[in-house]
């Protein structure tokens, strides 16, 4: 019988130089969940007066509040007018990212957004009428009520596109989310909606609505291309991109559901890692990895498997905060925003793709 023969320590390798966060046992198995940390190094600090802008998915209207909770310097391009009491400010959603532009998932309609705001392109004049009321196919559930008429439309987007514009021109970083690769595009103008037109507002025309799934190197070109927009408003510019832990409420690809989160979530981490790797500028933080990884066995999901916990939130931005930022000085107010998700609401109340659910078996 030959006997198992211990690993030879005759010369030194890389694995020796390793700290214990680099082994399965020693940073993940041995550990409480609680006590899982150095998840990210970051590759650049931030000070507390550097200007910070946040978009994306519903997962990342937690930043913005979490940075000004430590002090930070988040910025709103849009304040709430005066007179609108709390209620109004958050069914309108001022305050809920840097840009009044609603939930963007995709990295298409990130781009689609930098693009318009830059001037690289002009955005269609396509304005939903329903009941009455005008509304924007490119952020349907930020008005609830609606607008008064087509151009009213039109220039409040004109608005938010100037204050990206002059927003990026001024930021010291840019914090991204990720959520989604699927979308619905307009067959004619190539535009990109943030959710599928008849679900939130609108009407569907299968004529004129087509469905996209991005794999890698969709993604990958309009992150990059993104990217680019923004760095030429400002070069010093730079960008955290992290990818949602929040699953998809519903895959128009006809497969799975599950198995239809894990290639869209697979493909936005490993474009925001390849990223990463090219541009010194950009860099990666986990959020995805903290709340589905194996150690915390969906404990930081409420029932429904989708919404992540208040507990859950706080665990990602106490790993982002501490790694990234310096100890707290006093906070600063938040002045003219509206209140976040409370404990007992989650982020679904925000996802405006969470409306699908309704269209499932019951």
């Given at each position: 019988?030959?006997?198992?023969?211990?690993?030879?320590?005759?010369?030194?390798?890389?694995?020796?130089?390793?700290?214990?966060?680099?082994?399965?046992?020693?940073?993940?198995?041995?550990?409480?969940?609680?006590?899982?940390?150095?998840?990210?190094?970051?590759?650049?600090?931030?000070?507390?007066?550097?200007?910070?802008?946040?978009?994306?998915?519903?997962f990342?209207?937690?930043?913005?509040?979490?940075?000004?909770?430590?002090?930070?310097?988040?910025?709103?391009t849009?304040?709430?007018?005066?007179?609108?009491?709390?209620?109004?400010?958050?069914?309108?959603?001022?305050?809920?990212?840097?840009?009044?532009?609603?939930n963007?998932?995709?990295?298409a309609?990130?781009?689609?957004?930098?693009?318009?705001?830059?001037?690289?392109?002009?955005?269609?004049?396509?304005?939903?009428?329903?009941?009455?009321?005008?509304?924007d196919p490119?952020?349907?559930?930020?008005?609830?009520?609606?607008?008064?008429?087509?151009?009213a439309?039109?220039?409040?987007?004109?608005?938010?596109?100037?204050?990206?514009?002059?927003?990026?021109?001024?930021?010291?970083?840019?914090?991204?989310?990720?959520?989604?690769?699927?979308?619905?595009e307009?067959?004619?103008?190539?535009?990109?909606?943030?959710?599928?037109?008849?679900?939130?507002?609108?009407?569907?025309?299968?004529?004129?609505?087509?469905?996209?799934?991005?794999?890698?190197?969709?993604?990958?070109?309009?992150?990059?291309?993104?990217?680019?927009?923004?760095?030429?408003?400002?070069?010093?510019?730079?960008?955290?991109?992290?990818?949602?832990?929040?699953?998809?409420?519903?895959?128009?690809?006809?497969?799975?559901?599950?198995?239809?989160?894990?290639?869209s979530?697979?493909?936005?981490?490993?474009?925001?890692?390849?990223?990463?790797?090219?541009?010194?500028?950009?860099?990666?933080?986990?959020?995805?990895?903290?709340?589905?990884?194996?150690?915390?066995?969906?404990?930081?999901?409420?029932?429904?498997?989708?919404?992540?916990?208040?507990?859950?939130?706080?665990?990602?931005?106490?790993?982002?905060?501490?790694?990234?930022?310096?100890?707290?000085?006093?906070?600063?107010?938040?002045?003219?925003?509206?209140?976040?998700?409370?404990?007992?609401?989650g982020?679904?109340?925000?996802?405006?793709?969470?409306?699908?659910?309704?269209?499932?078996?019951?």
């Amino acid at each position: 019988m030959h006997q198992q023969q211990h690993p030879r320590q005759q010369h030194p390798h890389p694995y020796q130089a390793l700290r214990s966060r680099s082994f399965w046992r020693s940073a993940v198995a041995e550990p409480e969940p609680s006590a899982i940390g150095d998840l990210w190094t970051p590759r650049f600090s931030l000070g507390q007066d550097d200007p910070v802008l946040t978009a994306g998915s519903c997962f990342a209207r937690h930043i913005g509040p979490a940075l000004l909770d430590r002090g930070m310097n988040w910025r709103v391009t849009e304040p709430a007018p005066p007179g609108l009491t709390p209620a109004e400010r958050e069914s309108r959603q001022y305050g809920a990212f840097s840009f009044r532009t609603g939930n963007v998932y995709t990295a298409a309609g990130f781009r689609q957004w930098l693009s318009w705001a830059s001037g690289e392109t002009t955005p269609p004049d396509e304005v939903w009428y329903e009941d009455g009321r005008f509304f924007d196919p490119f952020r349907p559930s930020l008005e609830p009520d609606g607008h008064d008429s087509a151009e009213a439309v039109l220039a409040a987007r004109r608005t938010t596109l100037a204050a990206i514009g002059g927003a990026l021109a001024g930021a010291g970083c840019l914090i991204l989310t990720l959520g989604l690769t699927e979308a619905w595009e307009n067959r004619e103008t190539g535009a990109v909606y943030p959710v599928c037109p008849g679900t939130v507002r609108g009407t569907f025309d299968a004529r004129l609505h087509a469905f996209v799934n991005a794999g890698f190197a969709e993604v990958h070109r309009d992150l990059t291309a993104a990217l680019g927009l923004a760095r030429a408003a400002n070069p010093a510019l730079r960008v955290v991109l992290t990818v949602s832990p929040v699953p998809l409420t519903a895959t128009a690809t006809g497969g799975h559901a599950l198995t239809a989160t894990t290639y869209s979530k697979s493909v936005l981490r490993a474009v925001a890692g390849q990223l990463a790797q090219e541009h010194e500028y950009v860099d990666y933080f986990p959020a995805y990895e903290v709340i589905t990884g194996a150690p915390f066995k969906a404990g930081f999901y409420e029932p429904n498997l989708r919404t992540v916990t208040p507990d859950g939130v706080a665990f990602v931005m106490r790993q982002f905060l501490g790694a990234l930022t310096p100890p707290p000085a006093a906070p600063r107010p938040a002045v003219g925003l509206g209140p976040g998700p409370g404990p007992d609401r989650g982020e679904d109340i925000w996802c405006d793709d969470a409306v699908l659910d309704y269209y499932g078996p019951r």
